[in-house]
């Protein structure tokens, strides 16, 4: 991949603007600055490399060279995504998702971020945005894909196993395609993230569901109980112990099976 390939693969998509990095230290920081000084919608910042990517909770994510997807799609909020913002989460799950179907893969959503490919970790996902007072101004939502095998950090650096395209599949596919894909997928969804349809795709995808997890909230909050579904906000729905739902909402949530 490269900037002329990118251009070419994207040009139908009608983006509001690309800008290109051999290397960069985080994509969505770039994205949010550029956010900041008024990007059009649409707009995507992509990088071949990353020398600071970052995770939830200023985690590191990898980005080694020529291997993976790392990138950040700004799109100004309508009046519906702005009354649905906890959902822009799932807009980038449903999308990363909804293209590895494409490829005859069977990716899992671990909830909140997490696209899982034989119940290891392909793909992240970190929203950030630009507040204009009490207004979302603009979303970054940054996107992080493991294609190439090379792009799969040690094991013992990793809290969750993780994978990537060319293992599941025995070859690298292209990422121009993979990212004209979820692209064109997030122009779709975008357009249904008001609707129950959008819950309901979100939550038939989720992984462990119906099973035993455990949840960390951060600090010493944790949560177990049988994973039931999502409520209408996008926060997670357990089933503990006692028959009684609990809704998680924020804090730094992970998904284990129990057993
Ligand atoms: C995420 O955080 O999974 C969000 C990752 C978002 C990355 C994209 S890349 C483009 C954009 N620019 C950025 O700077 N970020 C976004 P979290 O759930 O907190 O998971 C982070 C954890 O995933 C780390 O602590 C590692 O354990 C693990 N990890 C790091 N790199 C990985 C990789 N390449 N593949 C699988 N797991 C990884």
Known sequence: MNESSLKKRLAKLNLGGLRYFESLGSTNDEALAWAARGADDFSLVVADEQTQGRGRLDR???????????????????????????????????SLADACLKLGLSPKIKWPNDILLDSKKTAGI????????EDADSLVIG????????AVPPRETLQFPATSLEDMLGNAPKREDIIFQILSNVQRWREQIGTERFIQAWEE???????????????AESHQGILDGLESDGSLRICDEHNKSVIVRFGDVSLRPTA
Not at 126 to 133: D, I, N, P, Q, T
Not at 143 to 150: A, P, T
């Open 126 to 133: 970190l929203v950030e945005m630009v507040w204009a007072g």
């Open 143 to 150: 996107m992080g894909i493991n294609v190439h095998k090379s």
């Open 205 to 219: 995808k989720l992984a462990f569901r119906g099973e035993a997890i455990q949840i960390h909230a951060g600090g």
């Open 60 to 94: 590191k994510w990898f980005t080694p060279k020529g291997s993976a997807i790392a990138m950040s799609l700004i799109l100004r909020p309508t009046a519906v995504m702005r009354s649905h913002l906890s959902r822009t989460v799932g807009l980038a799950a449903l």
